[in-house]
Structures are given as structure tokens and as C-alpha cells.
């Protein structure tokens, strides 16, 4: 069975409605979440803790699932996204008794068949971003529940009258085994209601490309346990992020900067930094919930550079503080 969950609630009002309520001064469109599970908190498994079950994102391992047409409806934003943890360390080169993350990037594509080209495919996340896998014997640092990751696709990518297929896989060369790779996120089908067809698959046999050929893709039938891949919709809103009151101390050779954060559903915060103004980069790891701290090492804070804080809610709206400007230091 597929499920889909979707909330309308007008700001002000006690219940859910099918629309928001026209005298609202304000409305907030909940994000719709089409996956294999009626909720998509439910994907609990695998990604933060226990066995991993060998499910891991590789260079070699790709998942797929298949979800129905989306309903018809006016939106003006959609995402395709996955449940993702455990990330791998391994020990510094020049530290050994520091641990770094193995790094790599995991990607996501959607079409209508089983078959994935290129222009399909999309950047989620990199592991540096994936929340690590602690160790028994030594400190981790970024150890944390599995997360979902979120890429925004153009609407068009999305079919209101075909099957929607995701996959998801890794093209770096090292994530070849579950010791070594991210790891994602599953739930039971026995949460989620008997379903005759198999939606879901397992695909062994890729190398670093998610399969080109439909006929070669559904591999391995997955009927007793879904992956954690979803498409997410939004509707039009008039919902705003603010941020607010950017700071930045001295703290021996390192800086902490610090913002606050306005608004509803706020799933990640950062700091950005530019040179110019115009192109903005992301600097900061990302922070899920306040406070809004964040440690910059040395080479994070070059005077002359540009800083500011930034947010963003479950509907993908971003706000910006103002722009603080890295002093140089006094000659």
C-alpha cells in the first residue's frame, strides 16, 4: 500500500482542513510526503543504530522504490529525499587518534520506469552532512540519529499520471560495503499495510551510474521492508524565516558565531560566507535545532571575508541575517 500525507492548517484554527480558511490573514501549507510508509517518521531501522542489515548506500548498491502518481494539486516547489546515518570514519593520517569521515557524496534520481538517465539524477548529500557512526573505543565527533536529506527537483520531474521510481546510490568508488558507507534508513511493510505488488528493490549489480536499462534495474524484490525514499510537494505559502541577531566572538583561534531563528518547521540552520556578496557558500556544517552555535576553525574566518547566518523550513523558504563583515587584523 502507498501512502500519502498531507496537511492543510489554516494559522489560527483548532483542526486540519482540507483548504486553508480564506479569513486567515496568514496560511501555512504543510509539505505533502508520498512514500511506502503512512508516515514518514516510521523509517526507523538500519540508520541509527543495531544491525545495519548490509543496507547500505554504494558505488554498487543502489535502492529503488515505486510510488504512485502524485494527486493533482497547485505547487510550487517538490524534493525527492532520503533517510540517511552513519556515516563511516576512519583514523587521521598525521592524528591517528582523531577519526575523519569517509568522504563521498550520495545521489538520488526519479523517473517515470525503472531505467535512470543523467539529467534525472541529483546531488543529496555529501557524508561530511550524514550524521556518524560512533565508535566504542574513541570519540566521533557528528554522531547522531539518521536524518532526512532533501534535493529539489524541477515539478516536472515529478508525474501526476505515471508511476514515480526512485533510486538511490553513490558514485564514489569507496562505499562499496556497508563498513565503509552511509547506511539508510528502513521500515517494516507490516506497518504499512499488505500490498500484492512489489514496490520496492534492491540493485547489486551498478557501478557507480544508477541502472540505464529498466529490464536490469529491479534486481532484488524488497517485501517485507521498505526504504526510507520519498517525494515531498509543497503548496503555495506565505511562510518566512527569520534570522536574526548574527554575532561573532574570539574564542583562542577559533570564532563562534551565533544567530536566532524565526519561524515554523525550521529543519536546518548554517553559515554562509562570501567574498564578494553575490556568490554565498555554505561554511558551516548544518545545525537541526537551536541553539544556533557554531564553532569556525581559522581558516574558516579570513579577514575581508563575508559571513551571515541562514535557515530554512520543511517548505524549502530560506532567510538570511544581515551580512557581517570579518574585520582584518590590526597591523
Given amino acids: 500500500m502507498i501512502f500519502l500525507v498531507c496537511a492543510l492548517l489554516a494559522l489560527g484554527a483548532g483542526t ?20 511506502l510508509s503512512p508516515n514518514i517518521n516510521d523509517f526507523m531501522r538500519f540508520a541509527s543504530g543495531g544491525p545495519d542489515s548490509n543496507w547500505y548506500i554504494g558505488f554498487n548498491n543502489a535502492w529503488i522504490v515505486k510510488l504512485p502518481a502524485a494527486p493533482m494539486g497547485d505547487y510550487t516547489r517538490a524534493y525527492i529525499g532520503a533517510k ?56 566521533v565527533e557528528g554522531v547522531g540519529e539518521a536524518q532526512w536529506f532533501w534535493s529539489e527537483v524541477p515539478i516536472s520531474a515529478v508525474s501526476f499520471t505515471r ?22 534508513a528502513a521500515a517494516s511493510a507490516e506497518d504499512s499495510g499488505a500490498s500484492p505488488e512489489t514496490r520496492a528493490w534492491n540493485n547489486h549489480s551498478i557501478t557507480g551510474v544508477p541502472p540505464r536499462n529498466g529490464a536490469a534495474a529491479l534486481e532484488t524484490p524488497l517485501n517485507t521492508i521498505y526504504p526510507a525514499l520519498a517525494i515531498k510537494l509543497i503548496s503555495p505559502n506565505d511562510d518566512e524565516i527569520s534570522v536574526a541577531d548574527f554575532s561573532l566572538s574570539r574564542v583562542g583561534r577559533n570564532a563562534i558565531a551565533q544567530f536566532a531563528v524565526g519561524g515554523d518547521d525550521v529543519i536546518e540552520a548554517w553559515v554562509e560566507t562570501s567574498r564578494d556578496q553575490l556568490d554565498w557558500q555554505r561554511l558551516s556544517k548544518l545545525r537541526r535545532e537551536p541553539p544556533y552555535l557554531f564553532t ?18 520543511s517548505s524549502g523558504n530560506v532567510g538570511h541575517s544581515e551580512t557581517f563583515a570579518i574585520p582584518y587584523a590590526p597591523r
Fill in 16 to 35: 486540519a482542513s482540507a483548504q486553508p480558511t480564506p479569513a486567515a490573514s496568514s496560511t501555512t501549507a504543510l509539505p505533502l510526503y508520498l512514500s
Fill in 296 to 313: 569556525l576553525s581559522p581558516e574558516k574566518i579570513a579577514p575581508g571575508n563575508f559571513l551571515r547566518g541562514a535557515a530554512m523550513d
Fill in 84 to 139: 540517511i546515518g552513519r556515516a563511516k570514519t576512519r583514523p587521521n593520517a598525521n592524528k591517528p587518534w582523531l577519526r575523519e569521515i569517509i568522504d563521498g557524496k550520495v545521489y538520488m534520481a526519479i523517473s517515470q520506469s525503472p531505467s535512470f538517465a543523467s539529467e534525472q539524477s541529483y546531488f543529496l548529500a555529501a557524508a561530511s552532512d550524514i550524521p556518524a557512526e560512533p565508535d566504542p573505543q574513541t570519540f
Fill in 163 to 184: 508511476a514515480n521510481y526512485l533510486i538511490i546510490w553513490s558514485p564514489t568508488k569507496y562505499f562499496v560495503r556497508a563498513s565503509s558507507s552511509p547506511i539508510l
